[in-house]
């Protein structure tokens, strides 16, 4: 770390805005750069950027920076980017379990904890007949790829495929007032 680190790391704790807008115009433009190399949209690095500047400055008083601060930031930047990259995988799964975007549903309740969601969406299982059932848990709670589900139960690919697909229609229309809720906790996950 060099002495102009140390100066630059020591003025954003002790809260000197002057330092915070040295830093932020001598690495904003590279750290885009290097976060569109994860998500590889323009606007959504600069947003990402920004975001992780704008924690920076709000716990600045708790940064422990061990490295160069150029180092400091580009991992920060590496982070939120990935960060950024798994909420999009989230909200894939999301939509892949559940089979339809928000914007399909209108409407719906508002439950009241993740236990009393988490009740509806095991009932709603629970109701699938026992191989389809054996087969979506098999999909969605262990990870199979449909020919390994088919390999391990003795059948045949498209039987998977079939029993999935009445799986989801199945859970999509049981499960449909639920979807604000689940999308509340999910976004609730995100800010954490």
């Known amino acids: 770390m060099t002495e102009e680190d140390l100066i630059l790391i020591t003025g954003l704790k002790n809260g000197d805005r002057k330092i915070f807008e040295r830093i932020f115009r001598a690495y904003y433009s590279e750290l885009c750069g290097y ?7 323009p606007l959504i690095a600069e947003e990402i950027v920004q975001d992780l500047f704008c924690k920076m ?10 490295t160069s601060l150029k180092s400091y930031l580009y991992k920060a930047a590496g982070n939120h980017s ?3 990259i798994r909420h999009l995988e989230i909200q894939r799964k999301y939509v892949d379990f559940v089979g339809f ?33 054996e087969i979506f848990q098999l999909s969605r709670f262990e990870g199979l790829k449909y020919h ?8 045949n690919v498209k039987t998977v495929e079939t029993q999935m697909t009445r799986a989801l ?24």
């Open 148 to 155: 390994e589900i088919a390999d391990k139960l003795g059948i």
């Open 169 to 192: 229609d199945f859970l999509r229309h049981y499960l449909r007032e639920f979807i604000p809720t689940i999308l509340l906790i999910i976004n609730s996950m995100w800010i954490k």
């Open 101 to 133: 975007e928000v914007d399909e549903v209108s409407g719906g309740n508002h439950y009241e904890s993740d236990a009393e969601l988490s009740e509806q969406v095991s009932k709603a299982i629970m109701q699938l007949p026992e191989k389809r059932r």
């Open 35 to 41: 976060s569109l190399r994860f998500v590889l949209d």
């Open 57 to 66: 400055w709000i716990r600045r008083e708790d940064l422990v920076i061990t």
């Open 82 to 84: 990935l960060n950024h």
